[in-house]
């Protein structure tokens, strides 16, 4: 091998890599954008408390704008859930980051996460009548209803 071929190399390796960390950081802009504006469209208001449970603070900090990260739970207006714990507070609005999660919590409205690289949201129709939760049109196509599902 030249010293020619090895500095080439070398130079698409740290270019793809570039690419790579730079999708990824893109990746997680967007994730904080789509759960601020569905977060903004639940309470249709523009400023909401998070409290976060396994989901990042940083990113948060770094790409929300509308997110004011609360560190207790009876100040929230909704919970953002990345893990399955114990959530500290009863009857606040969830949104998960999986469908499982979403699942699991009773009071979780919807979700949204991540599935071979595209993003899916998902709403329970039976949770948002119960929290009284009207969506804009854009998302019907988003919720679905399990009470129709086939058992």
């Known amino acids: 091998m030249t010293v020619r071929y090895v ?3 070398l130079s698409i390796f ?4 570039f690419n790579l960390s730079s999708g990824m950081e893109r ?3 967007l994730e904080v954008k789509i759960l601020e504006k569905i977060s903004a469209d639940i309470l249709k208001k523009d400023y909401i408390k998070v409290y976060l449970l396994g989901y990042p603070k940083e990113r948060i900090l770094k790409y929300g704008k509308n ?7 009876e100040t929230a207006e909704i919970i953002i859930v990345r893990e399955k ?6 009857d606040k609005i969830i949104l998960a980051t999986n469908f499982y999660l979403l699942l699991e919590y009773p009071d979780a409205v919807g979700a ?3 599935k071979k690289g595209r993003p899916h ?8 009548d119960k929290k009284g939760i009207t969506l804009p049109y854009e998302y019907e196509k988003f919720i679905i209803d399990l009470s129709n599902q086939e058992k």
Do not use: A, D
């Open 7 to 9: 500095v080439n190399l």
């Open 14 to 17: 740290f270019l793809v890599l």
């Open 27 to 29: 990746e997680k802009e």
């Open 67 to 73: 997110l004011i990260i609360t560190e207790s739970c």
């Open 85 to 90: 714990v114990e959530i500290p507070c009863k």
């Open 112 to 114: 949204f996460y991540w």
């Open 121 to 128: 949201i998902v709403f329970l129709k039976e949770r948002l």
